[in-house]
């Protein structure tokens, strides 16, 4: 179980090795337009923008956000805010039934559900450590995220090749969001086990043990993902997932 | 109001309430001494012992030792001890109905979700013991390890969770720490030089714009960066190239700044370098390498200007995704 888990994370640092070279002056740059960003937004300008303006703003706040919070999660610095105003720039609109926007808009999305997993799962305030019903709900939440997949970029949940990278992707982060989800479990049903209560709470460590399955299984489909994603050079390259 | 005595009001209020209403207040129905629960609680207090309310309420009555009552503390630290007491009963009264609801559930926040299949309990809870809810509370309350060391985020700091800079294992986990992360920037820093050192070798270079590598690079922009994240439409981006070429790529017009941005990302799209392992020559390893410093000479100019323009902003996009993805 171990192996598995260090196979994810190997791969993310392979994978960010081969493609993030200049990170840092990638966030130089983001810091600085994720700050005019947000005082754009904080002022009148969008009032008086046309609408065609407002809906480029919107495109650039939104590829702003998934750029940032990737570049955040490889250089484990501090978000300045960004994912605060994810709730008030609605997601871009279209004319076009491109498949290119709809896989835009599920990143965008999937990248909003991100930021929040990341807050809440091991979160102190309500003192929600490893809670089950987080867990939960979590799951639902992307369950729902994928159920609302529009069939265009609707991938199988499992590790077969897609021949397509939009699709490809999506699904890697589909079970790298899981495996992040589950994680407080495993830590849990680990340290049962080191203390020796395991045999205390029979109930508690099936209910872990089935968590932990399920936590192993997603991060072998990602791995089995990331595999087809790996062999060339194209936008579905960063693999990590939390920061 | 640290002064643990809720029934003793300042004088003037008394005087006042008194004053106002003279046949309420008189003769005085105070006891002596009420119990702690209705003193916290501003309600009057039978002193039996245990109090009507607290056996109603069925709480642990208690009432506090007359010296205690009588003595003035002032200092802060003391009134601040008196808090944290008075609070400790509380919590303490408080505990026997939550202990009963978060049996099988662990965190006080999942209480509410009794039906979901939930038989994990908290970490902290069980590592304290469900035999004293009391120290439990008091150990999330004052949450005395909330280690935000450097680079830690939230979530971090309370689930030890692997990336790929550092790790701090918890000790059952049986296995290494690591931190990478001074490494990892050192690298990083002296990586940053080394690119604007051959951004310096090529700044004079001839920037490639005739019209067959500009359809080529076009198409690869929008392949793969455009039907992932549709900055512009194409159509917007027909019309900046085609301004830009009018213009012949004058740096100081603005779609010559998002068209070369657009060409250095179409360039290294199509690189295969990275995944062939050949022989490169320094310049060559960084496909589209002019395009970018162009562009970025372009954005200066256009940031004095126009900083927060919507074009602009767009360009400053391209730019950062050329940085994460130059290899």
Redesign the interface.
């Given at each position: 179980m171990h192996s598995v888990g260090l196979t994810v994370i190997d791969l993310q640092y392979r994978s960010y090795l081969q493609i993030a070279i200049r990170p840092l002056l990638a966030w130089d740059c983001i810091m600085e337009l994720a700050r005019d960003l947000m005082h754009l937004k904080s002022s009148n300008a969008l009032e008086g923008a046309s609408q065609s303006e407002r809906e480029s703003f919107h495109r650039v706040f939104w590829i702003c956000s998934i750029l940032f919070h990737e570049l955040e999660a490889i250089l484990k610095m501090y978000p300045i805010g960004l994912r605060q105003f994810h709730e008030v720039v609605p997601l871009p609109l279209t004319n076009s039934e491109d498949e290119g926007f709809f896989y835009f808009l599920a990143q965008a999305s999937l990248r909003k559900l991100l930021t929040e997993t990341l807050d809440v799962v091991g979160y102190r305030v309500g003192q929600i450590v490893y809670a089950p019903i987080v867990t939960a709900e979590l799951c639902k939440q992307i369950e729902e995220w994928y159920d609302h997949l529009p069939p265009p970029i609707r991938f199988p949940a499992n590790s077969s090749p897609l021949f397509d990278l939009r699709k490809s992707f999506l699904r890697f982060q589909y079970f790298a969001l899981h495996t992040v989800i589950y994680w407080p479990s495993v830590l849990q049903y680990l340290e049962l086990c080191a203390d020796g209560n395991g045999d205390r709470n029979a109930g508690k460590m099936q209910n872990l043990q089935k968590e932990v399955r399920s936590w192993v299984q997603r991060c072998i489909s990602s791995c089995e993902c990331a595999e087809e994603l790996l062999v060339q050079r194209h936008l579905g390259l960063q693999f990590t997932l939390w920061a | 109001m640290a002064e643990g005595s809720p029934k003793r009001k300042s004088f003037e209020d008394e005087t006042l309430e008194a004053a106002l209403n003279p046949s309420k207040n008189y003769p005085r129905k105070r006891v002596a001494v009420a119990c702690e629960v209705c003193r916290l609680r501003k309600t009057k207090c039978d002193a039996k012992r245990p109090c009507g309310f607290c056996t109603d309420a069925g709480v642990e009555c208690i009432y506090r030792s007359s010296n205690a009552a009588e003595t003035k503390q002032s200092s802060a630290a003391e009134i601040l001890s008196r808090i944290e007491e008075r609070l400790e009963r509380v919590e303490y009264a408080l505990v026997p109905p939550i202990a009963a609801i978060s049996e099988s559930?662990?965190?006080?926040?999942?209480q509410?979700?009794t039906s979901?299949?939930?038989?994990?309990?908290?970490?902290?809870r069980?590592?304290h013991g469900t035999d004293d809810p009391r120290r439990y509370f008091q150990h999330?309350m004052s949450?005395p390890q909330?280690d935000f060391s450097f680079?830690q985020?939230?979530?971090?700091?309370?689930?030890?969770?692997?990336?790929?800079?550092?790790?701090t294992a918890?000790?059952?986990?049986?296995?290494e720490s690591w931190d990478e992360?001074a490494t990892f920037?050192d690298d990083?820093?002296a990586?940053?030089e080394h690119?604007f050192a051959l951004g310096e070798s090529c700044r004079d270079q001839f920037i490639d714009t005739n019209i067959r590598t500009v359809w080529q690079l076009q198409q690869a922009f929008v392949f793969?960066?455009?039907?992932?994240?549709?900055?512009?439409d194409l159509n917007t981006l027909v019309q900046h190239v085609n301004i830009a070429q009018a213009d012949n790529f004058s740096l100081s017009n603005p779609s010559t700044c998002l068209c070369m941005f657009a060409f250095a990302i179409g360039a290294?799209?199509v690189?295969?370098g990275?995944?062939s392992n050949g022989q490169h020559d320094p310049v060559d390893e960084y496909p589209g390498l002019s395009y970018y410093f162009a562009g970025r000479q372009c954005l200066e100019y256009l940031c004095r200007r126009r900083?927060?323009h919507?074009l602009t902003?767009?360009c400053?996009?391209l730019?950062?995704?050329v940085?994460?993805?130059?290899?």
């Open positions: - | 559930t662990g965190t006080p926040a999942s509410r979700l979901v299949d939930i038989s994990l309990s908290s970490r902290r069980e590592s999330v949450a909330f680079r985020t939230t979530g971090e700091a309370v689930t030890a969770r692997p990336s790929i800079l550092s790790f918890p000790s059952y986990l049986n296995f992360s920037y990083e820093m990586a940053e690119f793969h960066f455009l039907q992932w994240m549709p900055l512009l290294i799209s690189d295969k990275s995944f900083k927060r919507i902003l767009q400053r996009i730019q950062v995704y940085c994460t993805r130059s290899d």
